[in-house]
């Protein structure tokens, strides 16, 4: 049971990983373009400052994240708790964000988006108990819905970075 549990797991890892390298290749290495449209709104109306720790969030989340698939199939469930751990606690994000750029965030973003990232971090929290108790099928499950979300934010609010997650009416609007 718990190989086969392994081997299923090792499949949807491995596609999640392709998932990820594919878009963190498109997504972070690529400069931005806005082809003369103004930045007004979402992550894009946030200050250099802001975007660039939101940018290291992001990255460490990934890290994280990536961290999770080696540890998951060792049964270090120490090592994923650790993780979700930092990631429900935010890496960046709380322990450097100024008032002023915390009421920034909360004023340029949109309620959905903030909606969208207390539920990550509470799903990072749920993947912490589940590996405290060495429960896989749950990590197993946070996890999954963990990545879920991250697509999910991406599609509706970083299509500037992630232009493959655009759905098709918006890559309307935005061709020329």
């Given at each position: ?7 299923s797991?090792m ?10 390298l ?7 290495s690529q ?12 992550v894009e109306a946030l200050?250099?400052?802001?975007r660039?720790?939101l940018s290291k969030e992001m990255?460490a989340?990934?890290t994280g994240m990536?961290?999770?698939i080696?540890?998951y ?7 994923i708790a ?10 960046i ?9 915390m009421?920034e965030?909360?004023s340029?973003?949109?309620?959905e988006?903030?909606e969208?990232d207390?539920n990550?971090h509470y799903?990072?929290?749920m993947?912490?108990h589940?590996?405290?108790?060495k ?11 963990m990545n879920?979300a991250?697509?999910?934010c991406h599609a509706?609010?970083?299509?500037h970075?992630?232009p493959?997650?655009?759905s098709?009416?918006e890559?309307?609007?935005?061709s020329h």
């Amino acid at each position: 049971m718990f190989i086969e549990l392994i081997e299923s797991f090792m499949k949807y890892l491995f596609y999640i990983c392709l998932f990820v390298l594919f878009f963190a290749k498109d997504g972070y290495s690529q400069e931005e373009h806005h082809h003369g449209h103004e930045k007004t709104s979402g992550v894009e109306a946030l200050s250099h400052d802001l975007r660039h720790l939101l940018s290291k969030e992001m990255l460490a989340l990934q890290t994280g994240m990536m961290s999770i698939i080696p540890d998951y199939v060792s049964g270090n469930w120490k090592g994923i708790a650790e993780t979700a751990g930092k990631m429900k606690n935010s890496y960046i994000l709380k322990q450097s964000l100024t008032e002023t750029q915390m009421h920034e965030l909360h004023s340029l973003l949109p309620k959905e988006f903030i909606e969208e990232d207390q539920n990550f971090h509470y799903l990072a929290g749920m993947l912490e108990h589940a590996a405290e108790k060495k429960k896989p099928e749950l990590i197993n499950f946070y996890f999954s819905e963990m990545n879920e979300a991250c697509a999910s934010c991406h599609a509706q609010f970083a299509t500037h970075k992630f232009p493959k997650l655009a759905s098709d009416n918006e890559k309307e609007v935005h061709s020329h």
